[in-house]
């Protein structure tokens, strides 16, 4: 009985994982990071894009960690199965496939960290520098373009911060319209 439970438990954070992923790519898609604050409209700039805003929740679900680790895990699994479908699709084979989606994970990682430490400091330098050093990587950007996206981030972050956690386990997810972003 207990393995039943647990089964259909897991199925109803997968459903919440996969509701909540559409609401990140959603928002990481919006034209205007691409075109008016000059994130790369490639394959590696989506990617940081969208691992932006689930870094932004990732990080609020491992604050509650006992009642939302099968959730966080489940929504982690669902980026990385929706990459590794990206990169089939894009027409890479298999072992291309399973050393591009490695490498991601690394990389993903690594900005987790970076963004999260960035995030709990007041001063924004850290973060500042995580955010060029990967958001940037392709293409240059401005001070002022920057400073919105430090912004942004500590917006977004205390805006989910302040969401009950049994919202979050809803799927109740919801990133501010991106206006004042404009350069």
Do not use: W
């Not at 919006?30 to 000059?38: E, N, R, T």
């Not at 870094?55 to 966080?72: A, F, G, H, N, Y």
């Not at 912004?151 to 997810?173: F, I, N, P, Q, S």
């Amino acid at each position: 009985m207990n393995i039943l439970k647990n089964f259909f438990s897991f199925s109803r954070e997968k459903e919440t994982a996969h509701k909540m992923y559409q609401i990140i790519v959603e928002q990481a898609r919006l034209p205007v990071f691409y075109k008016d604050l000059g994130v790369a409209d490639t394959f590696d700039g989506r990617f940081d894009m969208i691992s932006l805003h689930m870094i932004i929740v990732i990080r609020r679900l491992k604050s509650d960690v006992e009642q939302t680790r099968k959730l966080s895990q489940a929504l982690f699994d669902y980026m990385f199965d929706d990459i590794d479908l990206n990169l089939r699709e894009m027409g890479i084979g298999d072992m291309g496939v399973l050393v591009r989606v490695k490498k991601m994970a690394k990389a993903f990682y690594g900005r987790l960290e970076s963004y999260d430490q960035g995030l709990s400091q007041d001063d924004d330098t850290n973060l500042a520098s995580a955010l060029e050093r990967n958001l940037f990587r392709e293409n240059e950007t401005t001070p002022k373009n920057l400073a919105l996206f430090v912004a942004y981030m500590r917006r977004e972050a205390a805006r989910l911060d302040a969401c009950t956690v049994d919202a979050l386990m809803k799927g109740e997810l919801q990133f501010s319209p991106p206006s004042g972003l404009e350069a």
